[in-house]
């Protein structure tokens, strides 16, 4: 750190009189600039548009408070997954997907686990979403890779 201030030293000490103190003038002037517009204005910027967005987030809150009697409760889609038992709509839903489950052990009254070997991961998906839509949860859900890419091998756990 001395060795870069000592030849500014020498440099300012080789300056006339009056140019050093006019150097030190702009100093006096450049430095509280400095401040101000690398501490305080960007510590400003920062605390108005947090507290913008503190309010509006407010406004939110109170517009979704008003309006929550508006919105109708959270209801299961009717398909024909209520006119099948779990089990036959698994199985009929993996057919029409073109899936083939290797096993298939019902989990209590309202679930059923399935395995599946050497399937597409995109009608995986598919068959999953399908489920998904017609009410059911996939509760859980594990998938191995195969060697051959885009197949899998996945077990899950549907809950009706």
Same mark, same amino acid.
């Given at each position: 750190m001395k060795s870069l201030i000592k030849p500014?030293?020498?440099?300012?000490?080789?300056?006339?009189?009056?140019?050093?103190r006019a150097l030190k003038l702009l100093a006096l002037f450049c430095v509280?600039?400095?401040?101000?517009?690398?501490?305080?204005e960007p510590s400003y910027h920062y605390y108005a548009e947090a507290k913008s967005d503190y309010m509006e987030g407010r406004e +939110? +809150?109170?517009?979704?408070?008003?309006? *929550?009697s508006n919105i109708p409760a959270a209801q299961t889609p009717q398909s024909k997954s209520q006119q099948l038992p779990l089990s036959q709509f698994v199985s009929s839903s993996?057919?029409? *997907?073109?899936?083939?489950?290797t096993r298939l052990q019902p989990q209590g009254d309202q679930g059923v686990r399935i395995w599946m070997n050497e399937v597409n991961?995109?009608? +995986?998906i598919e068959f999953l979403t399908h489920l998904s839509d017609n009410g059911f949860?996939? #509760?859980?859900?594990?998938?191995?890779?195969?060697?051959?890419?885009?197949?899998? #091998?996945?077990?899950? +756990?549907?809950?009706?």
């Open positions: 500014v030293e020498t440099y300012l000490s080789g300056l006339s009189e009056k140019d050093q509280p600039l400095l401040v101000y517009f690398m501490l305080l +939110l +809150l109170a517009w979704m408070e008003q309006n *929550k993996a057919e029409t *997907k073109q899936i083939s489950i991961f995109a009608s +995986l949860s996939i #509760n859980s859900i594990t998938v191995d890779k195969t060697t051959n890419p885009g197949v899998v #091998n996945a077990q899950c +756990l549907i809950m009706g």
